[in-house]
C-alpha cells in the first residue's frame, strides 16, 4: 500500500476506474499476500473490503465530504462539538492567510491527511503551503488505495480551529469503532505526526485489547476522559444509520469535539492487527444486515 500511495500509478488508477473490484483483490494481494475473499468475507479487512464494494455509499460518500458532513452532526443535535470553521474554499488560491488567526488547520475535503496544521502563523511557509494544497486539490483520493466513494466528493478547503498548543501538539484523538450502531472498540491515537505515534485499542471498559504490537507493549496509565460516556452516546447516535463508521472525536480542555466519520480506515487494509483479532473484530460485523446497491 505504501508504494501506491507514494507513487499514483497510471495503470492502476485506471484499474480503479474500470474495476474497483479486482483494484481492491489487487492492492490486497501487495498488503498481505493473501487473496481476497469477497464471497465469504470473515475477517475486518475482508468485511471492510466488501461494505466498500458492495454497499450503497450515497450516504457514506456525503459524511466522508468534510465540509457536508457538519451538516449530519447539526442534524442529530451536536453542534455545540463542531470544530469552528472560519473559512470555506474552492482553490487555494483563495486562501486569504491574512485574514486568519495566528494558528489554524486548512482541510481539503475529499482526501484522507491532505492536512495544513499551522499552530504559528509567523512560521508557515504560505508558498510552500499553497503548492501542497494545490497538488491535493487535482489529486483523485479514490485512485490512491481504491476508495470509490471519494472520487464523488467535491473538493474544497476548510480552515478550521486549531486543537492544541503553540509547538503544533495536537490532542489525542479517540476514534470509535462502531457496529452496526454500538461502539465496541475505542482506537486512541497519541503523539500523531512524531515518530512516536502510538495507536491503542481499548473495549469500552477502558482495558487494553491485545489486538496489535502497540497495545500489547503499552505500559503507560491510560486516563478515562471524564465524558467518556458522553463520546459514546454520540458515537452511538452518529453511527445509528451505519453498518459501520468510525467515529472520530477529540476531548480538549474537557470539551468534546468532532473529528470526522471513516468508512474505510487505513483504506481496509489493517496491517498490525494479529490474525486472531482479525477474526473477533469481523464478527463484530453482519453483512447480511448492510445495504446492498
Not at 512516536?196 to 497495545?215: A, F, R, T
Not at 474537557?254 to 486472531?276: H, K, M, Q, V, Y
Request: with cysteine; aromatic share 12%.
Amino acid at each position: 500500500m505504501s508504494i501506491i500511495k507514494k507513487v499514483l500509478r497510471p495503470s492502476f488508477s485506471l484499474l480503479v476506474k474500470t474495476s474497483p473490484v479486482f483494484a481492491s483483490k489487487v492492492i490486497y494481494y501487495k498488503t498481505f499476500r493473501e487473496k481476497l475473499d469477497l464471497k465469504n468475507p470473515t475477517t475486518f479487512n475482508e468485511k471492510l473490503m466488501w461494505l466498500k464494494l458492495m454497499e450503497e455509499d450515497t450516504l457514506k460518500t456525503r459524511y466522508t465530504d468534510k465540509y457536508l458532513v457538519r451538516d449530519y452532526i447539526k442534524k442529530n443535535g451536536y453542534e455545540k462539538i463542531l470544530i469552528d470553521l472560519y473559512k470555506v474554499y474552492d482553490s487555494a488560491e483563495e486562501i486569504d492567510f491574512e485574514e486568519l488567526p495566528n494558528s489554524f488547520i486548512l482541510k481539503c475535503t475529499h482526501g484522507s491527511g491532505f492536512n495544513i496544521i499551522c499552530s504559528n502563523k509567523e512560521k508557515l511557509d504560505i508558498k510552500n503551503t499553497v503548492l501542497q494544497i494545490k497538488k491535493w486539490m487535482k489529486t483523485d483520493y479514490s485512485l490512491i488505495s481504491c476508495e470509490p466513494h471519494y472520487s464523488k466528493i467535491k473538493p474544497r478547503i476548510i480552515a478550521e480551529k486549531f486543537l492544541g498548543n503553540s509547538d503544533g501538539k495536537v490532542p489525542i484523538d479517540y476514534k470509535i469503532h462502531c457496529f452496526h450502531g454500538e461502539p465496541k472498540i475505542i482506537e486512541l491515537i497519541f503523539d500523531r505526526g512524531t515518530t512516536q505515534k502510538k495507536c491503542i485499542l481499548l473495549d469500552l471498559n477502558w482495558d487494553i485489547l491485545p489486538y496489535n504490537e502497540q497495545s500489547i507493549n503499552f505500559k503507560e496509565e491510560i486516563k478515562k476522559p471524564e465524558k467518556s460516556n458522553e463520546m459514546l452516546n454520540i458515537a452511538r447516535k452518529l453511527s445509528s444509520i451505519f453498518t459501520y463508521v468510525r467515529v472520530d472525536l477529540y476531548y480538549y480542555n474537557r470539551e468534546i469535539f468532532f473529528g470526522e466519520l471513516t468508512f474505510t480506515p487505513d483504506a481496509c487494509l489493517f496491517t498490525d492487527l494479529s490474525d486472531e483479532a482479525g477474526y473477533k473484530i469481523g464478527n463484530l460485523l453482519d453483512l447480511t444486515k448492510s445495504c446492498v446497491k
